[in-house]
């Protein structure tokens, strides 16, 4: 059977390098979202086969179908889940309401709980699986008008750690990228006219040790080698990829 990974938020930004680089790798990839359109564009980019697994990660019992589908299908060798989606939201604690709490935690933590739950007993039958969650250097240390995204990505980092313990028995691991700044639609500044997006993209580069903002490419490197066989020996890590941007 050919190796396999799904991706969450696989239509865009960080999520659709990540498929890329998955796929320039030999695994089938299950690309997975909301818009239809954008996963098919990156469906053309993946050379070693995809699928579509169209599905909003808030409605639990749709995704519990979608997963089951994936998981019974059989067809392929799923080795490695990643979850990337997420939804990003800046407000005060003042001012941030429990809808908007609830929406974050909803996507950013809940989603990835209900994915790696269904997929359990599956890489416990299978002798084995690779988790990856996609966080946030704000859930290390939070900055801003960010406390319910950081919030989110701070319990995601730490239940990382709770999967890593609970898996490792069954060669079940699980680890975390923590991106710092990178160019994606989830910015506001991603869509900006050139020379207005080097204005503000110009102020983050002095944050950061290394000068520059991330490429969707840089995180998805990270993820493919926590996701796949060359960290067969390594779980509960979480490393940031961020340019030393919380040095
Ligand atoms: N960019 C950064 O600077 C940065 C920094 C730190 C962490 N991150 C994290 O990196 C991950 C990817 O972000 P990105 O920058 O690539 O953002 P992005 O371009 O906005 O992509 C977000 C992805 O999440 C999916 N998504 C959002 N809500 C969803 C829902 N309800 N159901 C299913 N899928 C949903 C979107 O797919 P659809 O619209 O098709 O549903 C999209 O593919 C996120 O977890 C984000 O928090 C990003």
């Known amino acids: 059977?050919?190796?396999?990974?799904?991706?969450?938020?696989?239509?865009?930004?960080?999520?659709?390098?990540?498929?890329i680089e998955f796929s320039k790798n030999?695994?089938?990839?299950?690309?997975?979202?909301?818009?239809?359109?954008?996963?098919?564009?990156?469906?053309l980019k993946c050379r070693s086969g995809a699928s579509i697994v169209s599905c909003d990660l808030s409605d639990e019992a749709a995704l519990n179908k979608r997963l089951g589908e994936v998981i019974g299908a059989k067809i392929?060798?799923?080795?490695?889940?990643?979850?990337?989606?997420?939804?990003?939201?800046?407000?005060?604690?003042?001012?941030?309401?429990?809808?908007?709490?609830?929406?974050?935690?909803?996507?950013?933590?809940?989603?990835?709980?209900?994915?790696a739950r269904a997929f359990f007993p599956y890489f416990k039958e299978q002798g084995g699986g690779s988790?990856?969650?996609?966080?946030?250097?704000?859930?290390?240390?939070?900055?801003?008008?960010?406390s319910a995204y950081a919030a989110s990505k701070a319990a995601l980092i730490?239940?990382?750690?709770?999967?890593a313990q609970e898996g490792?028995?069954?060669?079940?691991?699980?680890?975390?990228?923590?991106?710092?700044?990178?160019?994606?639609?989830?910015?506001?500044?991603?869509?900006?006219?050139?020379?207005?997006?080097?204005?503000v993209t110009d102020k983050m580069k002095s944050l950061q040790p290394l000068g520059r903002i991330g490429q969707p490419e840089d995180i998805a490197k990270a993820a493919y080698f926590l996701g796949s066989d060359q960290s067969a020996w390594i779980t509960g890590a979480i490393l940031p990829v961020d340019g030393g941007i919380n040095l």
């Open 1 to 19: 059977m050919k190796k396999a990974a799904l991706i969450t938020g696989a239509s865009s930004g960080i999520g659709a390098a990540i498929a």
């Open 26 to 43: 030999g695994y089938f990839v299950y690309l997975m979202g909301r818009n239809k359109e954008r996963l098919q564009n990156v469906a």
């Open 158 to 163: 730490n239940w990382t750690q709770s999967l």
């Open 76 to 115: 392929h060798r799923v080795e490695c889940v990643v979850n990337n989606a997420g939804v990003f939201e800046t407000h005060s604690t003042e001012e941030g309401s429990d809808e908007i709490w609830r929406r974050q935690f909803e996507i950013n933590m809940l989603g990835p709980l209900r994915i």
């Open 131 to 146: 988790i990856v969650n996609i966080a946030s250097t704000l859930g290390l240390r939070p900055e801003g008008p960010t």
């Open 168 to 199: 490792g028995p069954y060669k079940i691991r699980a680890n975390c990228v923590c991106p710092g700044i990178v160019d994606t639609p989830l910015h506001s500044f991603h869509d900006l006219p050139a020379e207005k997006k080097n204005e």
